[in-house]
Structures are given as structure tokens and as C-alpha cells.
């Protein structure tokens, strides 16, 4: 986006008097223009991508009321009820009302009291909407998940296909069709269907820059290492956690609970009840964690979804795609975090080959799965790989996956292929992995007496890797087509055409080497913030917002969105005017809430802040006067980890010099110095660690202060 300021029109004005942004973001701008000025619209933008306001604001810009189609009937209520908070009146109809209030809203429409409508497509289509629109003004039709009209996609809606005829209806109106979900084919059709010949399209791609991708694969205990993630990275946030069986379903999220978290199951075996419950809870209540089959998600936008957790391998990388993309909405950072292993790949391929389908179904199917399976194993940027795959381009590699943020190391494989591929072929291409680790690895267990495999010439050249490698191995064989899994459910291993070249030494293989641990990134703290000040101050607004939103039953989000809140942290407005200029504060939000939160804004300004001050500033005044953090912790009855925070922060601050705080020698120093570096996640755990627990973390703290004063 230019940096000109943006002249007002009255879509600007809208934008900023209404919904209390600032500036519209690439692309919405013209699209807004576009119809404003009665044109046509088809919009592509990720999720997340701004693509309400798209036809919102010109809802309130053109004359009459905007009829917005939507499948999401259950989604409705909650929009609706968005556009309430800033003021705006809508209404929706679908089956969900009693007949007297859609005879209510009818009314409504009737006398010109609404600006938007949303409508279920089954509903608009009935003769008597249809005639109550003709008897007024509209000014836009907005159709959203457009996607739905395909019949390749997998969302298609039989009822969508006959909005064609709103262009013969209402030839005058403008519409707008709006997906996050469209490749070639699919515009194509949505083009044709809807009969948007003339329409202007924006592609605004299909990135989502705040999502970080993190792939890995089961090094055994993937439940544990999920629990270390949520735990360390998200604690207290939103997320959903997908596996492939309702029975993995219940496990998980019954462990989880056990384990502290509000973790709640949802899957289609659970009755209707229990899962609207479920469903409601992760909605309204915050840090709410979904555990749930692939059958939850479609229609759930909740914009605070902080992180998507796999703890299985989809199959493909549309359903990956979708899956993840249920996170960060709201642009701010989230996380996706997928676990997979050996098991996963066997039992797609199982499920895929032995289906009854058709051979031209399940070679897409199987090319599908392969591409995903790529994915896993890419060495390069997650992203670019992804995007390529929708036929998008990334330019540079994105920095915001783990293969970006921690290159994984690769190494030649070609040998232990070798060894792996010519003892399935030497047992005859029909044992499992584990029988042929067993015979690579030279076990005396009966079975492999029995078919005298101990006699073969690959029995026991296998030692130099331990089990665990093997497995790894033979996954990244079968990932990269090398061995196909029998059909019959055994998991027997075949050899295929592809993996001749390398029995006979013309290819080499390099493969990602395995790691040890979980997938991780860059760390994010548990808040989004640094100083503890901060952190409390968050706190506080969360609760104010929660307490607002209780009041009316509804979501937090929808008195104001994290982002907002965490605008007020930085920017900390004193008045309602300061507090107008934050993003995210329209007109009608500023009046029915400004001032409870200006009063937290105040309590906050007038006690923690200057009370955090003083303390910091009387414990550099003993430390500087030649007392150890030690007696100064003695002396005013603090922790002495409290003490290194006070400590920390005045280095950064570059109030006190590092040798001022700590005693350490040139060589101490230089060795911790070395250690932090080496790093860039900012953690302190894993220098700890690497010496040996011999330095305090009060200590390792403020020499990680001084670097970053250094700058
Ligand atoms: P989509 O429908 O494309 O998934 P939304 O319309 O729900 O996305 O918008 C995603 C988020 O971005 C919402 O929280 C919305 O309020 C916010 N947003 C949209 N446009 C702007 C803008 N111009 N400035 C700031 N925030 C915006
Ligand atoms: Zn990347």
C-alpha cells in the first residue's frame, strides 16, 4: 500500500467514523470504489483478508438496503450481532426464526430501516423474498463463500446455483461474489454460474503472512509434545486440534483436561447438543481449546483462533490449507503445529488403496497425498511450497515457517536406502517396517529364523542406526514414492519402478535428517508482550472486555479485537479522543464503552506504573551503592529473581552497566554472551542448559539485556 494519506470520501469516512480504522487495506479500497460506483465484483483474498468490509461499506455508502448470501446460517446471529456493536443496523433471515420474526424483519426491510440483510440462499430464492426486495431499494448483492456454487469444490451448495438468476431479477444491482477458496477452475465456474462476465476480478493471493508453519515428525510422543507447545507458546489462547478418529478425539481431549487445559471433544459421534455446547463455549469463552475430527471448522469464524494443532496427517494439502487457515483471522501472529510419523503415511496409503473408487479418482486422490507428503519432508520454505501448489508465487523464502527460522539438516541417504530397499526385496516384498528393522538390524527373534532371513545377505548390515532411524527412514521412502504399502492391511512394503535407480547406485537420495524434538519456531512469550507491566495492564483490559461481553452475551471479540486492546497497551490514550485513534474504535464503540476502559486505562496509569518504577529505581539505588542482588533481595524482602528483573531492565534501559548488576569474568562472560547468540529465539532455557545450570537465570537475563542495549 501507498504512504499518500488517503483522501476522505465518504468510504474513508465510513471506515474511520464507523468501524474506527484508519486505512483500507490493499485492494479493499478499490473494490469498495468499484461497487460504490455499481459494478460487479468477484473478490479473492486469503482469510482474514478484510473481505467484509468489501461489501460493507458500500452497504452504508449506496442508497437502500445490501442482501449479503451466506451458507452459514449458524453464523449469522453472530455477524449481525457484530455490526450491532458498531452501530449499524442488520438483520438476518433463515430458517432458525419463528415465522413471527421474519415477519418482524419483513417489516423491517419494508419501511427501509436496515442497511444490511443476510440472507440463506434457500431463503432469498423463495418467491415472496424475492417480491418483498422488488418493492424496495437494494443496493448491493453480496455473495460470499462464492466457492459454493462449484460443484468440484468441496463445499458445493445445490441452492447456490440458482443466484444466476438475481442478474436477470435485478440486472441493475450490483454484486459482489466473494471466496478465500478460488484456484483457476473454480473462478472460472463461479464466473460462469453467477454470470459475472462483466465483473472486475481482484486476486489478492492466497497468503497468510501471520501464520507461522511448523511440520515434524512423531519422535514418539506427540501428545506430550503438543501439551509442551500449547503450554510454552499459548497458554490461556484459543486453538483446535485436529485427529483422525473420534476415538483419538475423546483420548486427547480428556488428557489435556487432565492435564489443566479447558480442552473440550467434538466429533459427530457426540450428540447434537453436546456439540452446539461445545461448539458455543470455544465461540464465547476465551481460551477455549477444540479438540475435534476434520468435521469441525466449516463455518467457524472466530477471529482469536491462536494456533491449529495436527496431531495427524491430513490428506491433502487443501484440507491442510483450510484446516490451518482457521487460525489468526484477526492477522495477528498464530502458530500451526503438525506432528506425523510412519503410522500416518501407512494408513493413508491403506485407506486409499484399498478403497472401492474408481482408478481415476484415487490417483488423484494418491497424488494428492503425495504432495502432501512432499510437503512434510520439503527441506526448503513451507510457504513458497504451499503457495506454489495454488498456483501463487512467493518470491523470496518467507522467514515465518521452521525450515526458514531453523534450516533442517540433511544428509546423504544413498546407503541406507540401499540397504533398507534390498532388504524388502531380499524378504520378498511382503513383510512390514518393523519385521525389516528387525532383519536390518540383525535380531535373533524366532520369526525371522523361521523364514531363515537370518541367512540373507542383509540381515544384520543395518546396526550402525538405531530403530528409531530406521522408521524414519523407511516413512521418508514411502513419503517419496520409493516403496508402496500393500493393500491387503498388513503393511507389507513393494518396491516400485522409482526405486531402482537407486538400488542400482545411478541416483543419490538426500534426506531431512531427524530431530530429536518437536516442531518449533520462534518462540512467542505467553503474552504478547515483553514487560510484566504490560502483561497485568493486558490482563486487565481482557477482563474489562470479558465482563462488557458477559453483560450482553456475546463473544469478547466482538467489544473489541486483541489487536485493539493491545494498540491501548502501547499507546496507553488518556482521553476519548487519544482513545478514538486507536484502530478498531468507531463512533458507537467509543461511546458505549470508552469510558469503562479509559477508567482501567487510569487505574493502571496511576498505581502499577509508577509503583513498578520505584521499585526498579530503589533496587539500582542499593546496587549501586555496592550491594549483591543477593543482599538486596535479603534487604527488601524480595525473590531474587525479582531483583534480576529489576536488574534486566534497567541494563536495558541502559540506566546501569551490565558489570554494575552481575560479577562475572571475562571468560563467564564470554561464554554466556557466545551462548545467547548462537540463538534467536530469545529462550533462556537451552542456555541454561548449555552451561551446565552453572549461571543463575537472573544472571544469563541481564547479560541478554546488555546484548540487546548493544543492539
Ligand atoms: P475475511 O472475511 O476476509 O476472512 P474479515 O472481513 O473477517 O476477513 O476481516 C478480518 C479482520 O480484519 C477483521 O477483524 C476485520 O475487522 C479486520 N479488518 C478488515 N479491514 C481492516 C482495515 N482496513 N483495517 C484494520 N482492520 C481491518
Ligand atoms: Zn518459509
Known amino acids: 500500500m501507498n504512504n499518500l494519506p488517503q483522501i476522505e470520501t465518504p468510504a474513508l469516512q465510513t471506515l474511520r467514523n464507523v468501524f474506527g480504522y484508519e486505512q483500507f487495506r490493499p485492494m479493499q479500497d478499490e473494490v469498495v470504489d468499484q461497487i460504490i ?304 510419523g510412519l503410522q500416518d503415511v501407512i494408513t493413508l496409503r491403506q485407506m486409499q488403496e484399498g478403497s472401492d473408487a474408481n482408478e481415476t479418482f484415487k490417483r488423484t486422490e494418491r497424488h494428492k497425498l503425495d504432495a502432501m507428503l512432499g510437503l512434510c519432508e520439503l527441506t526448503s520454505c513451507r510457504r513458497q511450497a504451499l503457495l506454489r501448489y495454488f498456483g501463487d508465487t512467493l518470491d523470496e523464502p518467507c522467514g515465518n515457517c521452521d525450515n526458514c527460522l531453523s534450516p533442517p539438516k540433511t544428509w546423504d541417504a544413498t546407503v541406507a536406502a540401499q540397504k533398507a530397499l534390498s532388504c524388502v526385496h531380499r524378504t520378498g516384498q511382503r513383510f512390514g517396517v518393523n519385521y525389516l528393522i528387525d532383519v536390518l538390524r540383525g535380531s535373533d527373534a524366532d ?61 543419490q537420495l538426500h534426506l531431512r535428517k531427524m530431530i530429536k524434538k518437536g516442531p518449533s519456531g520462534r518462540q512467542r512469550s505467553k503474552t504478547p508482550f515483553g514487560k510484566a507491566t504490560d502483561t497485568a495492564f493486558w490482563n486487565a483490559l481482557r477482563d474489562k472486555r470479558k465482563q462488557l461481553a458477559a453483560e450482553q452475551g456475546i463473544a469478547a471479540y466482538m467489544i473489541f479485537h486483541d489487536a485493539t486492546l493491545m494498540e491501548m497497551v502501547d499507546r496507553r490514550p488518556q482521553t476519548l479522543e487519544q482513545l478514538s485513534r486507536i484502530s478498531g474504535v468507531g463512533d458507537r464503540k467509543l461511546e458505549a464503552y470508552g469510558d469503562a476502559f479509559l477508567a482501567v486505562i487510569a487505574e493502571y496509569e496511576g498505581e502499577a506504573r509508577d509503583e513498578i518504577n520505584d521499585t526498579t529505581a530503589e533496587t539500582i539505588n542499593l546496587v549501586c551503592n555496592g550491594m549483591k542482588p543477593l543482599e538486596v533481595a535479603h534487604k527488601r524482602d524480595l525473590t531474587l529473581n525479582t531483583v534480576y528483573n529489576h536488574l534486566a531492565s534497567a541494563i536495558a534501559q541502559s540506566e546501569i552497566e551490565l558489570k554494575d548488576a552481575v560479577d562475572l569474568d571475562e571468560k563467564s562472560l564470554k561464554a554466556i554472551r557466545f551462548e545467547i547468540e548462537q540463538r534467536d529465539d530469545g529462550k533462556l532455557k537451552p542456555v541454561f542448559e548449555a552451561l551446565g545450570g552453572e549461571f543463575d537465570y537472573g544472571v544469563l537475563r541481564c547479560v541478554k539485556s546488555d546484548i540487546e542495549a548493544r543492539g
Not at 244 to 266: C, E, I, N, Q
Open 37 to 340: 460506483a455499481g459494478g460487479d465484483a468477484l473478490v479473492l483474498m486469503p482469510t482474514g483478508g478484510g473481505k467484509s468490509l468489501c461489501f460493507q461499506i458500500p452497504a452504508l455508502v449506496r442508497d437502500g438496503i445490501a442482501v449479503v448470501v451466506s451458507p452459514l446460517i449458524a453464523l449469522m446471529q453472530d455477524q449481525v450481532a457484530a455490526l450491532h456493536q458498531n452501530g449499524i443496523r442488520a438483520a438476518y433471515l433463515n430458517s432458525s426464526l419463528t415465522s413471527q420474526q421474519a415477519a418482524a424483519v419483513e417489516q423491517q426491510v419494508r419501511s427501509g430501516e436496515l442497511d444490511l440483510l443476510y440472507v440463506a440462499p434457500e431463503r432469498l430464492m423463495m418467491a415472496r423474498t424475492l417480491a418483498l426486495l422488488e418493492q424496495c431499494t437494494v443496493s448491493l448483492f453480496a455473495i460470499d463463500e462464492a466457492h459454493c456454487v462449484s460443484q468440484w469444490g468441496h463445499d458445493f451448495r445445490p441452492e447456490y446455483i440458482q443466484l444466476s438468476i438475481l442478474h436477470e431479477r435485478f440486472p441493475k444491482i450490483p454484486r459482489i461474489a466473494l471466496t478465500a477458496t478460488a484456484d483457476e477452475t473454480t473462478r472460472k465456474e463461479i464466473i460462469e454460474r453467477l454470470a459475472l462476465h462483466d465483473a472486475r476480478v481482484f486476486n489478492n493471493g492466497f497468503d497468510r503472512p501471520n501464520i507461522q508453519y511448523r511440520i515434524s515428525e512423531n519422535s514418539g510422543n506427540a501428545r506430550e509434545q503438543l501439551y509442551r507447545f500449547i503450554r510454552n507458546e499459548h497458554d490461556g489462547e484459543a486453538g483446535i486440534v485436529y485427529c483422525l478418529s473420534r476415538k483419538r478425539v475423546d483420548d486427547t481431549a480428556a488428557w489435556l483436561s487432565r492435564k489443566g487445559l479447558r480442552a473440550l471433544p467434538y466429533h459427530a459421534g457426540l450428540s447434537n447438543e453436546v456439540r452446539q455446547q461445545h461448539q458455543e463455549r470455544f465461540l464465547r469463552e476465551e481460551g477455549v481449546i477444540i479438540v475435534a475430527t476434520i468435521a469441525f471448522g466449516m463455518g467457524i469464524d472466530k477471529p482469536d483462533v491462536r494456533f491449529v494443532a495436527h496431531l495427524n496427517l491430513p490428506k491433502s494439502i487443501e484440507a491442510y490449507y483450510q484446516e490451518t487457515g482457521r487460525a489468526g483471522r484477526d492477522g495477528q501472529p498464530a502458530n500451526t503445529w503438525m506432528s506425523y
Open 447 to 507: 520369526r525371522i529364523k523361521q523364514f531363515s532371513h537370518d541367512k540373507l545377505s542383509t540381515y544384520g548390515i543395518g546396526k550402525e542406526h538405531t530403530s528409531v532411524e530406521w522408521r524414519t527412514l523407511y516413512r521418508q521412502l514411502i513419503s517419496h514414492g520409493l516403496l508402496t504399502v500393500d493393500i491387503d492391511g498388513h503393511g507389507g512394503l513393494r518396491l516400485t519402478d522409482e526405486s531402482r535407480p537407486v538400488l542400482r547406485g545411478e541416483t
